[in-house]
Structure formats: structure tokens, C-alpha cells
């Protein structure tokens, strides 16, 4: 099965939404599809040996709307939507221009029956130039047997145009029956005018919600300088570049591809993909990602990934999925909005019915009125915009803060956590293991800082490569040995110089014959109490040197367990790690429930019992034993510099494996789903509320009357509110 986002085109409210959902849907070899109207695309998923692209997007053309199937055709996406949107901006400024003149005459010469055919003449263009879109979306819906809102705005100014052009053409016919005729000319060009308005600051401001998207399409550039084998340079389209070409990135260019950098030397800002702020130094053999900028240095790179499979092009992928998935909360949404259209269309028939009963003939105008006046304010896209605008912006704030949201489940649910699952290793520690104290009893030497060196380095030990990396950031240099051995379980002995030097445990020390001083003793055994593992370096019975190797808490894991359990969550810590060394992370951090030396199995049970005992639980780790965890969790977190099946099988990636963006993505959560109820709470109120106004049920006691060019104005605010209610996430302090 392939899953695809593909821009759909032509859409212009939430019932075209799910009309092109569902016909998706019903095809042959699509197993799932998904339309979110706020970001304009459709999430699918289909079997390539049943159908393809071309005939998913033939389906959709036959329904009235179209699909962009072409990869890497975002440019082409781009510029369709801004003429899409300028051609919008166009039609309103042309329907305001016709509208205003027929609104005047219609408020300050509405008895002067002359002026009746001016407004008629401003009205036409209005209804069929700026708005004609809304009767041919309104037509390609009934012909495919449903109901859209340009169905409700087609036919409630056709209603109104219609019964004003009857009573222009035909004034006689009331008069004979002692009924003044009116025109409602100035209703239907201002419901086009104000829903157009409406349309395009809903546009706008959909496209803003977009914006975090942009902003990592924005760092891929868009030429490359290409290496040819006699070594001059060639600026090629980055979309030419292939596997194995060699690319030369001068200061201050964007790195095109991912890489690995074959001559020269820079320091990379990788801020904007996993926010470490400070440039890091890359040499030759160093990994290199698109879209992170060269600093002051010149280096060429080989690409090892190219187009869709670098880093940044799956991030772009991650977060465009994430945006275009439904929330469990919007179903209900959708469940109505498949019934609202239908439900509007009959309640305006009612409304026309009860006040021609009421009132009679006299009261035509009235029962008119009021059944356009529900057609216009009813608003469907209120409801349907309400969750997926506040997930797109949420899930977009998320990606430019290192924390990558798999899907709108995810973000929905984080804010139900109680409990979070931690690993230990690489989570909550560094995940390599580093020299952290060490005591030379006698002289400290660059000989022998060059022995461990070279001994470790040719050693296949865990702590051999911390005690290298140590030594080599200490000026150590490489040392021809004239011998190397390694004694298992125990250490390494070399020669040198025909001298015999070991390398290793305490068991291997007093092998050798070593005594300590009890002031080295007591500091090796405190040492040994705070769970660091202990190497020495000797020749014979003397020590040279005394090495304490752990795998250091992160600076971050203080303040994130802290953070973590103000958010109100319980913190728990799981290791394949010895009791020891469990005990003494634990203590650093304050965690009071862990268990240590845990097999892979048993980290998914101790998350199935804190589920069965009714927590919500979040898994946090990093390699391939946790991802069994991962997958039973409620929410599965993963440290975006752990392993692939880790990132692959976690609903929330954090980039720069900082545990504080865990709680950063459960306040995030939080917030965009108070946001959502907000948005629906609004959404359903409006309508509740306003649809009967419309009908006239103030009308009895009050004597007020909507309007249908005022019912328009609300309708078109209802939509534009709750996109703005939703963009204010991007700005909230979390």
C-alpha cells in the first residue's frame, strides 16, 4: 500500500471536502482517504497493483474537482493557489463595485421604480461574473447528487433575484392584488459580495495557518553547484542531482542534499533541523543535512540522499500527513456536516411554508426573506474548519520547535497523559559513554595520555571508544605498538617500547599486583558508589593513570522531569541497566519509580500494567528495544537521534532529543485542543442560534427581521472567526 498527500484543487467549503473524500473513498484499491479542507489536501492510501494516481484523480475530475499529481510539483501547487487567490481578491473588489451602488439606491430611492432597472443592471455581472463560481460548484454538486454551500448560496440569491426581476418586469401582478412589489436586487449582490469577502480572508488566513510547512520548504534551495570529474563547477537544478554527485557548498549556501563531506572543513547551523543553536564543526567522513546552512567554510560533499528521501524532504512529509489527518473529535463534525446542507434546505421550505400560513399573501415577501435569509447564514464551514485549522496550526508550531507530530490522534490525546515512560539510555542520559573523572597518581604525561589513545582506539570495548575520544580531545597523538591483546571480560595489554603496559578492570589491577593509597582507594570506591565504571592504565604493579566512564545524565532531563510532573504526570524509568547505576540516575533526576535491568518484553508489559490499572501512558525512548514499548503506549515519543524503527514506530518525534519538548508538546496539546472546543462551541452555537433568527422567530415579539445581506455578513464572519480564533495558537506563550 502507498500513502500519498496530493493538493486538491477547486474546493471551496467542507461539504466539496467530504463529497471528494467519499468519492475517494468508494474506489477500488483505496483503502483509506482522507480530505482536510483547511490545508486543501487528500490523504490516501491505495494498493498501486488495483488503481493509480491518474485514476484516483479522473474519479475526482468527475465529481467537479482536481487533483495535483505530479511529484515535486509544489512550485506548481504554489502558483495555481495564488492565482486562485488573486483571481478571488479580483471578483470581490468587482462585486463590491456593482454591489455598493444597487445597496445605495436600494436604502435612499427605494420607492423610485425607475431606478429598478439600474440596480438590475449592477446585480447581473455580480451574480453571473464575479459569482458564477458558486452556481456551477452549486450544479456539479446536485448533478452528483449532493449539497455544498455554494447549493445554498446559488439558491437563495437566485431566489432573490428571481422573485426581484418577476416583480421588475411584472409589477402589475401584486398591484392588482393591493400589494406593493419590492425588489431585492441589493440582497442578492451583497450576500455574493459578502461571501466572497469571507472567502478570501478565509483563504487568507488558511493559508497562514500553512505558513510552519512553507517556512521548511523554504530551506531546500533551489540550485546546486555540481563537481564535473575536471573539477570545474556547474550550477544545476537540485531536483537533477543523483546518488554519488559530488557538490561543492561555498559559505553561506544552503546545503542542497544529505551527504557526507568528502574534502574541506565548516561549521553548519543545523538550528532549523534539530535547534542545537550553536554551528557544529563539520570535517571530512561528517554527515551533512539539505537545508541546514554553511557557515564561513568551503567544503565538497558527496549526496548520499537526494529529492524525497533526505531528512528535511520526510520532516516536509511527516508534517504534511500529520496536517491533512482527522482528529477523532472531528467525525462528529463531519457526521453533521454530511446532513447540515439537506437539513438548511429544508428548514428555509419550513419557514417559507409556516409564514405563509401565518400571514398569508401579504406576508410573501416576508416568508421570502426569512427562508433566504436561513439559506444564506447557515454555515457549515464554521463547523468543518473549526478542528482541522487548530491541528494544522498546532501541528505546524510543533515542527518549528523540534517536536514532529506524526498525526492528529497524537496531538489530541497527549493532553489525556498521566503517565510518562522513560528510557534511560540516550533519553534521559547522553547515550554514549564519556570520561567523566580521572586521577593520575603520579605525573600526568603525553606519553601516556598517547598509549591510552592508541590502545583504545584498537580496542572493540564500549568504554574503549569514551577513553579515545577523552584522550584525543587531550592532544593525544597515534603510537606505532609493537603488540596488542585483548583479555576477555578484563582489559587490553600492549607492548611499547619493548615495555608491557595493560590497559583495564580492578580484577586486572590486582592481577598485576597494584596497591592503591587508602586516599586513592576511598576516592576509586566513591567512584564506584555513584555507579561509574572504573578503568586503569599500568605497566607492572604501577598505575599511571585511573579512569571513571558513565553515561552522563543531559543537562535538559533535570528541568524535563521537573516540567513533566508539573504538567501532572507521573514519571517512570525504565533500563536494561544494572540496579546500580539505575538507582543513581534515578536519584539525580528525583524519579522514585523505576526498574532496571528490563528486557524488551518486559518494558511493553510494565506499559500494558499502567494502562490496565487505567493510566494514559506516554513511552519516551530512543533504540530498537524500546519500540515494543512504543507501539503499546498510548502516545509513543521518540528521540529524534535514536534509531529509525524507533522514529518509525512513535507518534511524536522530538528532534533534538531535548526531553523538555515533552512537555512542551503536552502543554501544546492542550492548548490546540481547548482551542478546538473553542472553535466548535462557537460553530454550533452560531448556527443554533442564528439559523432561527433567520427563520423569524423574533419577529412575533420584537418585530425584527434579518435581513439576508446581514445574514451573509454573519455567515461570512462565523468562518473567518474560527480560522482566526485557531492562528492565535501560533502566538500563545507555551
Known amino acids: ?39 486543501n489536501t487528500l490523504t490516501v492510501v491505495y494498493d498501486p497493483q488495483k488503481i493509480n494516481l491518474r485514476q484516483i484523480r479522473e474519479a475526482v475530475q468527475s465529481s467537479g474537482y482536481d487533483l495535483v499529481i505530479e511529484d515535486g510539483d509544489a512550485d ?73 454551500m455554494d447549493t445554498l448560496v446559488a439558491m437563495s440569491t437566485s431566489i432573490a433575484f428571481l422573485f426581484s426581476l418577476f416583480n421588475t418586469f411584472y409589477p402589475q401582478f401584486w398591484l392588482e392584488r393591493g400589494i406593493v412589489p419590492h425588489v431585492y436586487y ?49 550550477e544545476i537544478s537540485v531536483s ?84 491533512g489527518s482527522k482528529a477523532p473529535v472531528q467525525r462528529m463534525a463531519d457526521r453533521i456536516s454530511a446532513y447540515f446542507v439537506p437539513t438548511v434546505m429544508a428548514i428555509a421550505l419550513l419557514t417559507f411554508v409556516v409564514w405563509l400560513s401565518f400571514g398569508g399573501t401579504a406576508y410573501f415577501s416576508y416568508a421570502l426573506l426569512a427562508s433566504v435569509s436561513v439559506l444564506v447564514i447557515a454555515c457549515p464551514c464554521a463547523l468543518g474548519l473549526a478542528t482541522p485549522t487548530a491541528l494544522m496550526v498546532g501541528i505546524g508550531r510543533g515542527a518549528e520547535n523540534q517536536v514532529l507530530i506524526k498525526d492528529a490522534f497524537a496531538l489530541e490525546n497527549m493532553c489525556k497523559v498521566d503517565a510518562v515512560v522513560l528510557d534511560k539510555t540516550g533519553t534521559l542520559t547522553e547515550g554514549s559513554p564519556r570520561v567523566v573523572r580521572i586521577l593520575w597518581p603520579g605525573e600526568e604525561q603525553e606519553l601516556y595520555r598517547s598509549l591510552l589513545f592508541s590502545a583504545e582506539s584498537r580496542s572493540e ?75 586503569f592504565f599500568g605497566r607492572e604493579a604501577t598505575v599511571y593513570a585511573v579512569l571513571a566512564i558513565a553515561d552522563p545524565v543531559k543537562e535538559s532531563s533535570v528541568d524535563a ?100 519538548r515533552v512537555a512542551f508538546a503536552r502543554k501544546l496539546s492542550k492548548r490546540t485542543v481547548r482551542l478546538i472546543r473553542q472553535n466548535l462551541f462557537w460553530a454550533f452555537i452560531y448556527n443554533v442560534i442564528g439559523i432561527p433568527v433567520a427563520a423569524g422567530v423574533l419577529y412575533p415579539v420584537y418585530g425584527l427581521l434579518l435581513n439576508p445581506m446581514w445574514a451573509s455578513a454573519a455567515m461570512a464572519f462565523s468562518s473567518v472567526s474560527v480560522v482566526l480564533n485557531s492562528l492565535r495558537l501560533k502566538w500563545m506563550k507555551l
Not at 472567502?199 to 563537481?227: C, D
Request: charged share 20%.
Open 240 to 323: 537533477e542531482l543523483t546518488v554519488g554527485d559530488s557538490v561543492r557548498v561555498h559559505p553561506g549556501e544552503k546545503i542542497p542534499v544529505d551527504g557526507i563531506v568528502a574534502s574541506g572543513e565548516s561549521y553548519v547551523d543545523e538550528s532549523m533541523i534539530s535547534g542545537e543553536p550553536l554551528p557544529i564543526y563539520k570535517a571530512a567522513g561528517d554527515k551533512v543535512l539539505a537545508g541546514t546552512i554553511n557557515q564561513k567554510g568551503t567544503f565538497v560533499l558527496v549526496a548520499k540522499e537526494v529529492g524525497a528521501s533526505t531528512v528535511l524532504a520526510q520532516i516536509v512529509r511527516m508534517v504534511q500527513e500529520a496536517q
Open 561 to 660: 522531569v521537573s516540567m513533566l510532573r508539573n504538567e501532572g504526570m507521573e514519571v517512570y524509568m525504565l533500563t536494561g541497566d544494572g540496579k546500580k547505576n539505575a538507582s543513581v540516575v534515578a536519584a539525580q533526576l528525583g524519579i522514585t519509580h523505576f526498574e532496571a535491568e528490563v528486557l524488551p518484553g518486559e518494558k511493553e508489559a510494565f506499559v500494558n500494567r499502567l494502562q490496565k490499572s487505567g493510566k494514559i501512558v506516554a513511552m519516551v525512548g530512543d533504540g530498537i528495544n524500546d519500540s515494543q514499548a512504543l507501539a503499546r503506549a498510548d502516545v509513543s515519543i521518540a528521540m529524534g537521534k535514536g534509531t529509525d524503527i524507533a522514529m518509525d514506530v512513535a507518534m511524536i518525534t522530538i528532534m533534538n532529543s531535548d526531553l523538555r
Open 186 to 234: 441589493e440582497a442578492a449582490a451583497m450576500i455574493i459580495a459578502f461571501v466572497l469577502t469571507g472567502k478570501l480572508l478565509e483563504e487568507r488566513a488558511k493559508n497562514n495557518t500553512s505558513s510552519a510547512i512553507k517556512g521548511l520548504m523554504g530551506l531546500q534551495p533551489k540550485t546546486a553547484a555540481l563537481v564535473q570529474e575536471d573539477g570545474t563547477e556547474k
Open 76 to 148: 506548481a501547487v504554489e502558483n495555481i493557489r495564488r492565482k486562485h487567490y488573486l483571481s478571488m481578491r479580483n471578483k470581490t473588489i468587482g462585486a463590491w463595485a456593482c454591489a455598493l451602488p444597487v445597496m445605495i439606491i436600494s436604502m435612499f430611492f427605494m420607492h423610485n421604480r425607475q431606478l429598478d432597472w439600474i440596480m438590475l443592471l449592477f446585480t447581473v455581472p455580480v451574480l453571473f461574473v464575479f459569482g458564477r463560481s458558486f452556481f456551477i460548484s452549486g450544479w456539479k454538486a446536485m448533478r452528483s447528487g449532493v449539497a455544498n
Open 461 to 535: 570495548h564500549p568504554l574503549a571508544s569514551a577513553i579515545a575520544l577523552f584522550m584525543k580531545d587531550k592532544g593525544a597523538k597515534n603510537l606505532e605498538l609493537d603488540s596488542f591483546e585483548s583479555i576477555t571480560g578484563k582489559g587490553v595489554r600492549f607492548t611499547f617500547n619493548q615495555n608491557i603496559w595493560w590497559i583495564g578492570s580492578q580484577t586486572l589491577a590486582v592481577e598485576e599486583g597494584v596497591t592503591m593509597s587508602p586516599e586513592e582507594s576511598s576516592r576509586i570506591s566513591g567512584w564506584q558508589e555513584e555507579g561509574y565504571s572504573v578503568v
Open 1 to 39: 500500500m502507498i500513502k500519498k498527500v496530493i493538493p486538491v484543487l477547486d474546493m471551496s467549503c467542507v461539504m466539496c471536502a467530504a463529497n471528494v473524500e467519499n468519492t475517494v473513498r468508494n474506489l477500488t484499491g483505496v483503502s483509506e482517504a482522507s480530505v482536510n479542507f483547511a490545508s
